[in-house]
C-alpha cells in the first residue's frame, strides 16, 4: 500500500472578513442588564434565603462594548484511490468447473446448488467529503446554527481591515479552525490500497465580528463580581457572561490572514508545521 502527502490548497478568494452592523441600542443594553443584575451570581446565590444579591448590594462595576469574532470554514477533501476486491461471479451451468476469462482460467466454486467464480479486480475510486461548520472564536460551546442565523438575518459588510479597540483577541485562531475541518475530513475512512491523490481545498475561511454589550457588576456584601451580556444584534440576555481582558493590540487584515494562507499552500496537513506558521498570525 502507498500514501502520497495529503495537501491543503487555500486560495485567496476564500478569505474574508465582515463586521456586524450594532442594531441593539447601548442605552437599551443597559436597561435590560440594570434588570437582569441580580441574576449575575448564579442561581444559588439569587434563591439563597440568608444571604442573596439586592438592589442596594448590587452595583455597575464597568461596562464595555465589544466585537466578538466566530468563524465560518468550509472546506471539501476529494480522494483518488484504488482498491483491490473480488467479486463474486455466479455460473449458472451446473457441469462447468472452470471459467475462462480474457485467457485466463478460474476454478468454480459450487455450495449446494449455487456455483461462483471469484474475480480478483482493482477499482478506480474517486471521493469528495464537505465540510461547513461555524464555531465561536473564543471557544465557548455556541449552536452553529445560532452563529449561522446572525449571518442569514442581519446585515454585516466586508472589510479588508479593521482597526478597533473593541476587538477581542480570538483563543481559537486560524490554525484551529482548519485543523477542525481537516481533522473531520480525515476522519472518514477509506478502504484504499493505493492512493493516487489526497487534497483538501478550503473555499471558506470566513472570520465574523459581532458586537456584545457587558455589564460587570459588585455584589459588595459578599464582594463578588458578575457579568451581564447583551447581544448587539438580537438583545438578548446572558446572565452568566464573561469578562475578556484580551483585546487585539494591532489592525487586523485580510492581508495577515493572506499571509498565513500562502503558507500552508502544499503544506502536509496531519503534521505539526502548519499549527506553528498560523498560531502567530492571529495571537502573538
Known amino acids: 500500500m502507498s500514501f502520497p502527502q495529503q495537501t491543503l490548497q487555500l486560495d485567496e478568494s476564500a478569505i474574508r472578513i465582515y463586521l456586524f452592523d450594532e442594531v441593539y441600542p447601548a442605552r437599551a443594553a443597559e436597561e435590560q442588564a440594570e ?3 441580580l441574576s449575575a451570581f448564579g442561581m444559588l446565590a439569587k434563591f439563597n434565603p440568608l444571604n442573596r444579591p439586592r438592589d442596594d448590594t448590587v452595583r455597575l462595576s464597568r461596562k464595555e462594548f465589544r466585537l466578538e469574532p466566530f468563524w465560518h470554514v468550509t472546506s471539501t477533501r476529494s480522494v483518488d484511490y484504488t482498491t483491490q476486491m ?3 461471479v455466479p455460473v449458472h451451468n451446473p457441469y462447468a468447473h ?7 482460467q478460474y476454478e468454480v466454486t459450487r455450495q449446494g446448488d449455487k456455483a461462483r467464480i471469484d474475480l480478483a479486480v482493482t477499482e478506480m475510486c ?7 461548520q461555524f464555531s465561536d472564536g473564543l471557544g465557548r460551546d455556541i449552536k452553529p446554527g445560532t452563529l449561522d442565523g446572525y ?3 442581519y446585515k454585516f459588510s466586508e472589510v479588508e481591515q479593521i482597526e478597533r479597540e473593541e476587538l477581542i483577541k480570538p483563543t ?3 490554525q484551529a479552525a482548519l485543523l477542525a475541518a481537516s481533522t473531520a475530513l480525515n476522519g472518514n475512512s477509506i478502504n484504499a490500497h493505493h492512493i493516487q491523490s489526497d487534497a483538501i481545498v478550503v473555499e471558506r475561511l470566513h472570520l465574523y465580528w459581532r458586537p456584545v454589550f457587558a455589564f460587570e457588576f459588585i455584589w459588595s456584601t459578599a464582594d463578588k463580581r458578575g457579568v451581564i451580556e447583551v447581544n448587539g444584534l438580537t438583545g438578548e440576555v446572558s446572565e452568566n457572561g464573561q ?10 487584515t485580510r492581508e495577515m ?4 494562507g500562502c503558507e500552508l499552500a502544499g503544506a502536509v496537513v496531519p503534521g505539526g508545521g502548519i499549527a506553528v506558521k498560523i498560531i502567530g498570525k492571529l495571537t502573538e
Open 86 to 88: 473480488t467479486y463474486p
Open 35 to 37: 434588570k437582569k443584575k
Open 98 to 104: 472452470k471459467v475462462e476469462l480474457n485467457g485466463e
Open 172 to 174: 481559537v485562531p486560524q
Open 151 to 153: 449571518r442569514t438575518k
Open 126 to 132: 474517486h471521493r469528495k467529503m464537505a465540510f461547513d
Open 243 to 252: 469578562w475578556f481582558k484580551d483585546k487585539l493590540s494591532k489592525v487586523m
Open 257 to 260: 490572514l493572506l499571509d498565513a
